[in-house]
């Protein structure tokens, strides 16, 4: 098991250096004449606290505690006056010599360490930065969040006052300002001095004293003093993006401020890349889909142009099944498939012969056989493209009944997809009040009194009854009241 790492804490440490050169003083100045090599011990041992105290508290402390500890030996003379000699004297002499160079040599060391652990830090927490940038980035964040969390972090790591991002509009190809932080009120308007030079140059703008060029700027950064000035060009591709302004109370010529803001620099100008590609690839997904949807429903008119009874019949039970859908449940991506499942739910009638779709009469069993595998027609149509997977459902199961009578497999019950019992009833619903080759349009009543009398045998009766809230929501006052079932009993 790993120990933790002790730590004195200052007061503590100069509790010790007290106390030590205190008991080191005491026996210098107290301790009987014969015990002379003990005093010299002793007073050599405070080159402990002088370390102690340069480690802590750095050069001047070190050599504070020497000068003291230094005394402490020159008393050493005094306390043996009688028996100094040239060697006694040497011996005090490196004695003082050893405390100032142990104070140097320790604060010096401890500087290093110091210098060394903060630039740890600095380049930690510098890289702990860009990772959030870079994670806000990949994460598809909107672009104005993204480089507010780059300003964040490089005006706290540059210890800078205030910036700004400006990004070039694609569409009017002009600066905008994007992000700004460390303003007063809208102070990011009144800046811009180095824009125009940095987007022309393609290189960094320093301007050492801001205030001499716009002495309006002073009343919009924070804080005393000269205001340092840069503008970075964002540019990523070979094209400039943008361009990154920063105002600070210092200049700073040192190499690694520069680079680490030319790094964040060029972070800001992923971001914008990174966004546009984004928002292009959605405008792009955004036109496939239109396009995709409307070849589907070219498919439907070209039905509906066919059999131009039933024109008009795809586009309003889609529109009535889609709102059913979302009464129960259905959201998202789902509602977008069940959309296009009900827009191709008779697709399959391509692969059925006019005589048959068209016929002004009733179909003979040899003809339904026929029309009974239109269903089946769709899946052989529509399974080869998988974005309509999901759709496929309603073409190939709308015409499944509750009760196992309907077709292409006679499934029952809840082994029908919810999709398909859904729309079931709306599109019956709808068929019944449309004309037909072989009848006239019914009764809105007679309509719902069918449905009603088949629900729990024919259609999903919890689909009946949502079907009949919906309607009523819709402004059909009391379908209830108005639909009668004959020759049986309503199964909600």
Not at 16 to 40: D, K, S
Not at 222 to 240: F, M, R
Not at 313 to 330: F, S, Y
Request: proline residues 4%; charged residues 20%.
């Amino acid at each position: 098991m790993k120990r933790p790492r002790v730590s004195l804490s200052r007061a503590a440490a100069i509790g010790l250096i007290v106390v030590w050169i205190g008991v080191a003083a005491l026996g210098v100045l107290f301790l009987p004449a014969p015990t002379g090599e003990l005093r010299e011990m002793i007073a050599f041992s405070q080159i402990i606290p002088i370390l102690i105290g340069a480690f802590y508290f750095g050069q001047a402390g070190g050599l504070l505690i020497a000068f003291v500890a230094s005394l402490v030996s020159g008393s050493l003379v005094i306390r043996n006056i009688e028996a100094v000699n040239s060697i006694f004297v040497q011996r005090v002499m490196f004695q003082i010599i050893s405390f100032n160079a142990a104070a140097l040599l320790t604060s010096f060391l401890s500087d290093q360490e110091k210098y060394q652990r903060q630039l740890v830090a600095g380049q930690l927490e510098r890289l702990t930065a860009l990772r959030a940038i870079d994670k806000a980035i990949n994460a598809g964040s909107d672009l104005s969040a993204t480089l507010f969390i780059l300003l964040e972090s490089l005006m706290r790591l540059l210890n800078a006052e205030a910036s700004v991002i400006y990004w070039r509009n694609p569409k009017t190809e002009c600066l905008e300002i994007k992000a700004s932080l460390g303003f007063l009120g809208e102070a990011a308007r009144a800046a811009g001095t180095g824009v125009g030079e940095a987007e022309r140059l393609l290189r960094t703008v320093h301007i050492p004293d801001l205030a001499a060029v716009n002495p309006a700027i002073s009343n919009v950064i924070q804080g005393q003093g000269v205001i340092a000035y840069y503008a970075v060009p964002l540019v990523a591709q070979g094209e400039l993006r943008g361009v990154l302004e920063i105002y600070d109370r210092a200049s700073h010529p040192d190499e690694s401020w520069r680079n680490d803001l030319e790094s964040f620099a060029g972070q800001a100008a992923i971001a914008i890349v990174h966004s546009r590609l984004v928002e292009e690839l959605q405008d792009r997904n955004a036109e496939m889909a239109l396009a995709y949807d409307a070849t589907l429903r070219g498919w439907s008119r070209a039905l509906d142009l066919r059999d131009r009874e039933t024109e008009g019949h795809t586009q309003r039970v889609a529109a009535i099944a889609v709102k059913l859908a979302e009464r129960m449940g259905l959201s998202g991506e789902d509602i977008i498939s069940f959309q296009r499942g009900a827009i191709l739910h008779d697709i399959g009638k391509m692969g059925v012969p006019d005589s048959i779709l068209l016929k002004p009469g009733p179909l003979d069993e040899a003809e339904w056989a026929v029309m009974r595998k239109h269903p089946v027609y769709a899946q052989i149509l529509l399974a080869p493209v998988r974005h309509l997977e999901q759709a496929l459902v309603i073409p190939l199961y709308h015409h499944e009944r509750w009760d196992g009578s309907g077709y292409p497999f006679g499934l029952q019950g809840i082994d029908i997809p919810l999709w398909a019992r859904i729309f079931a009833v709306v599109d019956v619903w709808d068929a019944l009040r449309s004309d037909r080759p072989y009848r006239r349009a019914l009764e809105e009543s007679t309509c719902m009194a069918h449905i009603l009398e088949h629900a729990g045998r024919l259609y999903d009766p919890d689909v009946v009854r949502n079907f009949v809230e919906f309607l009523s929501a819709e402004g059909m006052e009391n379908p209830l009241a108005e639909a009668t079932p004959q020759g049986g009993s309503s199964a909600i």
